[in-house]
């Protein structure tokens, strides 16, 4: 089995819980959500961004004109209350260099990159959901990235890994769905939100 199917059939239940959980939350219903849903992105994409940048160099993936990082604070700061908030958010650390091993920087790369699929659908979603005064401006990118990416990403995970442990980058994509779901459950408590299941 190559390394895109033990990743795939590895990480199912825990994609299928991240991916039920938050399609139940409706993360484009109200403007509380939709913050929820871009501070988990943000955490996200702080811890993994090492990895993006790294697998992006390796395989020369298209490139974008400015990081989703810095697109979903962007997108944030439509939805801020006060000053203070907003400063909080400008002021907040990019992710940085890494010690990661390639083996975590693959892993976390094969859910952040994958995370794009469903680029499309969100963006739709919040389009039709979401006052217009709130940005979109990171769903709007991953739906543009929705399969030119992905499709480099997945040549590249079977002819760039031959020397890396597979158990290793498996552990790496698993661990991140659990943690991912983790500060999911955080983040809706912090804000006193659970979601209707």
């Known amino acids: 089995m190559n390394l895109r ?3 795939k059939s590895s990480s199912a239940q825990s ?3 991240l ?9 484009f219903t109200d403007p509380t959500r939709y913050r929820i849903f871009l501070n988990l992105m943000l955490k996200l994409h702080q811890r993994c961004g090492s990895s993006l940048a790294y697998v992006e160099s390796e395989i020369e993936l298209p490139s974008r004109n400015r990081s989703l990082e810095d697109l979903i604070r962007s997108d944030l700061l439509t939805l801020v209350h006060d000053e203070s908030e907003a400063r909080d958010l400008r002021d907040d650390p990019r992710s940085g260099a ?3 091993s390639a083996e975590t920087m693959w892993g976390e790369a094969y859910v952040m990159e994958g995370s794009a699929m469903g680029g499309k659908m969100m963006y739709r979603q919040a389009e039709s959901l979401l006052p217009q005064e709130f940005g979109r401006d990171y769903l709007r990118q991953l739906s543009f990235d929705a399969g030119k990416r ?9 002819s760039e890994t031959s020397g890396l442990d597979n158990g290793q980058v498996i552990a790496a994509a698993q661990n991140l ?3 991912a779901y983790s500060i ?10 659970e979601s209707s299941s």
Request: charged share 30%; proline share 2%.
């Open 5 to 7: 199917n033990q990743l």
């Open 19 to 27: 991916d039920r959980e938050l399609s139940d939350f409706g993360p």
């Open 150 to 158: 992905w499709k480099a990403f997945v040549v590249a995970l079977e």
């Open 177 to 179: 769905f659990d943690d």
């Open 184 to 193: 999911f459950q955080t983040l809706k408590s912090s804000d006193s939100i």
């Open 15 to 17: 994609h299928a819980r």
């Open 98 to 100: 890494s010690t990661k």
